[in-house]
């Protein structure tokens, strides 16, 4: 039985949109560490066309993307029908600015590039279980998701 599969019964998936293929690539490979499908787009197009075909459970997506700006599709998302569908943000844009625009925007977290593999995988791993039922994050993690908050004390 696959990982998540184990966990919760069903399969996981998450959809992916990066735009340069080396990210892609080890991006790609983090997030089987959470899920047991990921999909990949190169960017919101073949995103949206992904999302013609299959529903994942989580969509990470690069918002310095060459098309469309990657927060115009992650509003279009999150007013269209994949608006159920958490999305992280993850951005070569660091400043407060970007990551509260990006939550203005609709995401529900977000990692500034370049990432800290542990701090990726883990804020997948907390953002499909707040959003799956049976699944357990750590709470510590909680932090990176909330905007303005500074982290629990004893964490980091």
Avoid: W
Wanted: aromatic fraction near 4%; charge should be positive.
């Amino acid at each position: 039985m696959a990982k998540a599969e184990a966990r919760t019964g069903r399969k996981t998936g998450i959809l992916l949109v990066e735009g340069d293929v080396m990210n892609r690539v080890l991006f790609r490979d983090l997030l089987a560490c959470a899920a047991d499908d990921v999909y990949t787009a190169a960017d919101g197009d073949q995103a949206l066309e992904t999302l013609k075909i299959v529903r994942p459970d989580l969509i990470v997506i690069d918002v310095v993307d060459p098309g469309p700006s990657g927060l115009d599709a992650v509003r279009r998302l999150k007013n269209g029908p994949e608006r159920g569908i958490p999305v992280v943000v993850v951005s070569g844009l660091p400043t407060r600015f970007h990551k509260r625009a990006a939550m203005a925007a609709g995401c529900d977290a977000y990692v500034a590039k370049p990432v800290s593999v542990a701090t990726f995988v883990n804020t997948i791993r907390h953002v499909l279980a707040s959003h799956s039922p049976g699944r357990k994050a750590t709470s510590r993690l909680a932090h990176y998701l909330d905007r303005d908050a500074p982290p629990p004390a004893g964490t980091v």
